[in-house]
C-alpha cells in the first residue's frame, strides 16, 4: 500500500522560507513524478510544482516561479519543496501526490495524495 507522509510546514513571517518534504513508501516508483498542490480556505486545490522520478523534467506554476524549488532524493524516494521569499497568500494546506503516468499539472492524473501539511505565512 502506498503511502505518502508530509512534514515540514509550520508557521513563518512574510519574506520567510520553509522546506516541505514528502517520504513515499510501499513502492518504488520509476515512471511519473510527485508534484505539490495546495489549498488556500475557501479555495480550489492548486498545482504548485512537480518533477519527474527519473529524468530533468520540472514544472511550476507561475506563482511559485523564482522563489520555490522543487527537488528529489531517489535513494530515499523523497520529494522535497523549498519556499522561499513566502508571501501571506502562500497559506494553504500543502498536499504532495503521485502520479504513475507523464508529468502533468492536472489533480486528475495523481493517484496517491498525501494527508496534507499546513502552511501559514504572517504579514
Known amino acids: 500500500q502506498v503511502q505518502l507522509v508530509e512534514s515540514g510546514g509550520g508557521v513563518v513571517q512574510a519574506g520567510g522560507s520553509l522546506r516541505l518534504s514528502c517520504a513515499a513508501s510501499?513502492?518504488?516508483?520509476?515512471?511519473?513524478?510527485m508534484a505539490w498542490f495546495r489549498q488556500a480556505p475557501g479555495k480550489d486545490r492548486d498545482f504548485v510544482a512537480a518533477?519527474?522520478?527519473?529524468?530533468?523534467?520540472?514544472l511550476y506554476a507561475d506563482s511559485a516561479k523564482g522563489r520555490f524549488t522543487i527537488s528529489r532524493d531517489n535513494a530515499k524516494n523523497t520529494m522535497s519543496l523549498q519556499m522561499n521569499s513566502l508571501r501571506p497568500e502562500d497559506t494553504a494546506v500543502y498536499y504532495c501526490?503521485?502520479?504513475?503516468?507523464?508529468?502533468?499539472?492536472?489533480?486528475?492524473?495523481?493517484?496517491?495524495w498525501g494527508q496534507g501539511t499546513q502552511v501559514t505565512v504572517s504579514s
Open positions: 518533477k519527474e522520478w527519473t529524468g530533468g523534467t520540472t
Open positions: 501526490a503521485v502520479t504513475t503516468i507523464g508529468l502533468t499539472a492536472a489533480q486528475s492524473s495523481y493517484v496517491y
Open positions: 510501499g513502492r518504488t516508483f520509476s515512471r511519473g513524478g
